[in-house]
Nanobody, 119 residues
Framework: QVQLVESGGGLVQVGGSLRLSCAAS????????IGWFRQAPGKEREFVAE????????TYADSVKGRFTITKPNAWNTLYLQMNNLTPNDTAVYYC????????????WGQGTQVTVSS
């Protein structure tokens, strides 16, 4: 059974930074992509970033390019999202998810971690 467990969320002021983590288990992920999504109150869930499980390529939403960095160290089953220069628009629940590299559909999801940016 696949488990994705996010952590690292919290309350931060505008311009601050947070690093999210996602611990993955329950499957051999070598043919998978793993990524981050977010959902703000009253809005649809949106893509943030993704990376191949074995490393690169990385893809980012335009709204986070240059501020967020997704990393997945090869030897670890943990995904990270370094978020810098945060704004109130980044306030959301952040989810970790995986998809098979031959599919565009994300099928495994974590429970999410709340990120709140105060102005």
């Amino acid at each position: 059974q696949v488990q994705l467990v996010e952590s690292g969320g919290g309350l931060v002021q505008v311009g601050g930074s947070l690093r999210l983590s996602c611990a993955a288990s329950g499957r051999t992920f070598s043919n998978y992509f793993i990524g981050w999504f977010r959902q703000a109150p009253g809005k649809e869930r949106e893509f943030v970033a993704e990376v191949g499980w074995m490393g690169g390529p990385t893809t980012y939403a335009d709204s986070v390019k240059g501020r967020f960095t997704i990393t997945k160290p090869n030897a670890w089953n943990t995904l990270y999202l370094q978020m810098n220069n945060l704004t109130p628009n980044d306030t959301a629940v952040y989810y970790c998810a995986t998809r098979n590299r031959y599919s565009t559909q994300y099928v495994d999801w974590g429970q999410g971690t709340q990120v709140t940016v105060s102005s």
